[in-house]
């Protein structure tokens, strides 16, 4: 059932639906809505695995592991350094205040607050139980 506001008055006809004019047409080159800007280069020695959270905030692997945290203007904020050695295969930093990190290699999560300070781990462990084949 449509809304109140979207049926029109009586005695009137409601105006054509025309595309906003940011659409291209069939054989338009389309608008530029939007350009990238470079801000800031940051050289890192063979970056791993990055994620970018909500408000520009990036959070990027670097060859030791370590987790940096890079403003959206491309200013360096803090770095996150393991005490034990382990391989980051998974950053998530979409939630502004709890960004999670994966070792694979440990098989570990730990999420870090919005200072990249460690709030919490959690460590998997999975153990095998070898049963007897049955009787035949």
């Given at each position: ?81 393991p005490p034990q050695p382990g391989h980051v295969a998974q ?21 870090l607050d919005r200072f990249a300070a460690p709030s919490a ?9 070898v049963l007897p084949a049955p009787p035949r």
């Open positions: 059932m449509p809304t109140p506001a979207s049926v029109a008055p009586p005695g009137q006809q409601p105006a054509p639906a025309q595309a906003p004019s940011s659409v291209a047409k069939p054989g338009e080159t389309p608008p530029a809505i939007a350009s990238w800007t470079l801000v800031r280069s940051v050289a890192l020695p063979r970056p791993g695995v990055a994620s970018l959270d909500r408000r520009g905030t990036l959070y990027v692997a670097d060859a030791q592991n370590n987790v940096h945290q890079y403003g959206p203007d491309g200013q360096a904020l803090n770095t996150y350094s950053i998530e930093a979409w939630n502004t205040t709890k960004v999670l990190v994966f070792y694979d290699d440990r098989q570990e999560l730990l999420m781990n959690l460590t998997y462990w999975i153990c095998w139980k």
